[in-house]
T-cell receptor
């Protein structure tokens, strides 16, 4: 069964550093998303992406965040200057329409 | 914006019993109502969903019911098993959006053998 894959599974970084989280969505899906989950809390929407542009973003997705589809398969989330409060599990997801399939996540720890 | 409330926050049942989790939402334009299961340390996985033109949907031991007038939908699990233990999230799609799922705070279900 096709899966959304994410790399790395864990990322440790120093505050102020830039990180790039990578995702390979399911190949025939057209919509891509990033969500995050702070430990013990609910999953929060960050951004959705369709047709090579952002279709929606939440208040969390401020200027330090950006997304890109650099080629036909990868979808990336860049955090420019990480803060302690960016520590969370970041999930990528993709869908044909509404049914979202999530990747296994990248655990980001900002020290 | 959409306000999503889930009840209860924790639920403990004996194996074989039924479990019901309720989700209320505020956006009357919401038209897609999924439930996700998240086991500890793992990704959320869609277990059942329903659209606004349907009142009930069943898949083996799992069912979802929707009351659009009252703006709530519920997850029903019958004949619970220990492997049903997980956190369950309702995530109605924000009306008119694409994929902007607004997750509830989750219900931790524990099924005791």
């Amino acid at each position: 069964e096709p899966e959304v894959t994410q790399t790395p599974s864990h990322q440790v970084t120093q505050m102020g550093q830039e990180v790039i989280l990578r995702c390979v969505p399911i190949s025939n899906h057209l919509y891509f998303y990033w969500y995050r989950q702070i430990l013990g809390q609910k999953v929060e929407f960050l951004v959705s992406f369709y047709n090579n542009e952002i279709s929606e973003k939440s208040e969390i997705f401020d200027d330090q965040f950006s997304v890109e589809r650099p080629d036909g398969s990868n979808f990336t989330l860049k955090i420019r200057s990480t803060k302690l409060e960016d520590s969370a599990m970041y999930f990528c997801a993709s869908s044909e329409v509404e049914k979202l399939f999530f990747g296994s996540g990248t655990q980001l720890s900002v020290l | 914006g959409e306000n999503v409330e889930q009840h209860p926050s924790t639920l403990s049942v004996q194996e074989g019993d039924s479990a019901v989790i309720k989700c209320t939402y505020s956006d009357s334009a919401s038209n897609y109502f999924p439930w996700y299961k998240q086991e500890l340390g793992k990704r959320p996985q869609l277990i059942i969903d329903i659209r606004s033109n349907v009142g009930e949907k069943k898949d083996q031991r799992i069912a979802v019911t929707l009351n659009k007038t009252a703006k709530h939908f519920s997850l029903h699990i019958t004949e619970t098993q220990p492997e049903d233990s997980a956190v369950y999230f309702c995530a109605p799609i924000y009306g008119g959006s694409q994929g902007n799922l607004i997750f509830g705070k989750g219900t931790k279900l524990s099924v005791k053998p």
